[in-house]
């Protein structure tokens, strides 16, 4: 398994700002994913984070609203921008240690709720 | 593509009780990978069990059982005598070869399973 944090835990927002979310690893992971979660519903991902190249983002999610930095193995952030209320969620980092067999260990997760 | 279904949404059962939360999936990949994840109320995922595909061989480790039938497409959970601790969110998961060269998860929806005391 692997141990990731997380941080914040929650925050609560006003909307027009932005929040960037860390997520730490205790150790060197290839492939970093970044999921939100609305409530009551199941775990969207937002976007692959690779070390040394842009994050993969997936339809319906775009660099602007949610930029992503993967500055080295251990630790990868992201930013929501620009917030609404529709952007409170869960916000869950996820690393996968072992490619031969997809596991993702999660982190704890980021309980953002945007006024 | 890869899909997911978790046709029970809520389940609830009283302490003691044996529970099966199904788990039923789509891929047209012959490898592929299953998962179970546990959601408590904390939020955090927690990973049960990974079974692949070339694998039926069902699986115990304590209370907790797993069910993969190829022809069936499903990968059934089942927990035996069902405790308070073990209410929370349960999602299966699915990774396909074709997903994709990050193999990312799908999910199911999610079961709330409730055990009352």
């Known amino acids: 398994s692997a141990v990731i944090s997380q941080k914040p835990s929650r925050d609560i927002c006003q909307r027009g700002t932005s929040l960037t979310i860390q997520c730490q690893v205790d150790?060197?992971?290839?492939?970093m994913f970044w999921y939100r979660q609305q409530p009551g519903q199941s775990l969207t991902l937002i976007a692959t984070?690779?070390?040394?190249?842009?994050?993969?983002?997936e339809s319906g999610f775009v660099i602007d609203k949610f930029p992503i930095s993967r500055p080295n193995l251990t630790f990868s952030t992201l930013t929501v921008s620009n917030m609404s209320p529709e952007d409170s969620s869960i916000y869950l980092c996820?690393?996968?240690?072992?490619?031969?067999?997809?596991?993702?260990?999660f982190g704890p997760g980021t309980r953002l709720t945007v006024l | 593509a890869q899909k997911v279904t978790q046709a029970q949404t809520e389940i609830s059962v009283v302490e003691k009780e044996d529970v099966t939360l199904d788990c039923v999936y789509e891929?047209?990949?012959?490898?592929?990978?299953l998962f179970w994840y546990k959601q408590p109320p904390s939020g955090e995922l927690v990973f049960l069990i990974r079974?692949?595909?070339?694998?039926?061989q069902n699986e115990i480790s304590g209370r907790y059982s797993w069910n993969f039938q190829k022809s069936t497409s499903s990968f059934n959970f089942t927990i035996t005598a069902s405790q308070v601790v073990d209410s929370a969110v349960y999602f299966c998961?699915?990774?396909?070869?074709?997903?994709?060269?990050?193999?990312?998860?799908?999910f199911g929806s999610g079961t709330q399973l409730t055990v009352l005391p």
């Open positions: 996820s690393v996968q240690r072992d490619r031969a067999t997809d596991t993702q260990y």
């Open positions: 079974r692949n595909s070339f694998d039926e």
């Open positions: 998961a699915l990774s396909a070869f074709s997903s994709g060269s990050a193999r990312q998860l799908t």
């Open positions: 150790s060197q992971v290839t492939m």
């Open positions: 984070a690779n070390q040394g190249s842009e994050a993969t983002y």
């Open positions: 891929t047209r990949d012959t490898t592929y990978y």
